[in-house]
């Protein structure tokens, strides 16, 4: 089992970055495919980035493609989500999600075992 902390969120203004960043511990933090996800009020939980185990390839979702870019570093047992040019539509918690299944990266919330407790991002216009 993981143990996955996030930090990094924040108020910032439409346009703006954030670095959101993704702590792991416990097992081995390569055995697991990343993704983030994101929640916000009223609405259910979505994907936005995955990454493979060895961080080699990455999936967006279409609302932030060009804007945010997943990456890991599995020396330092640590995930990452870059958003720039943010917009209010992604005002969200934030959440890192480790998964054991077998393939490269996945995009439902029932694929991911562990999760984050989430990081509030608020993005004003």
């Known amino acids: 089992q993981v143990s996955l902390v996030e930090s990094g969120g924040g108020l910032v203004q439409a346009g703006d970055s954030l670095r959101l960043s993704c702590a792991a511990s416990?097992?081995?933090?390569?055995?697991?495919?990343m993704g983030w996800f994101r929640q916000a009020p009223g609405k259910e939980r979505e994907f936005v980035a995955g990454?493979?185990?060895?961080?080699?390839?990455?999936h967006y979702a279409d609302s932030v493609e060009g804007r945010f870019t997943i990456s890991r570093d599995n020396a330092k047992n640590t995930a990452a989500l870059q958003m720039n040019s943010l917009i209010p539509e992604d005002t969200a918690v934030y959440y890192c999600?480790?998964?054991?299944?077998?393939?490269?990266?996945?995009?439902?919330?029932?694929?991911?075992?562990?999760w984050g407790q989430g990081t509030q991002v608020t993005v004003s216009s």
């Open positions: 999600a480790g998964s054991l299944r077998v393939g490269a990266f996945f995009t439902t919330v029932t694929s991911y075992e562990e």
């Open positions: 416990g097992r081995t933090f390569s055995d697991y495919a």
């Open positions: 990454i493979t185990r060895s961080g080699t390839s990455t």
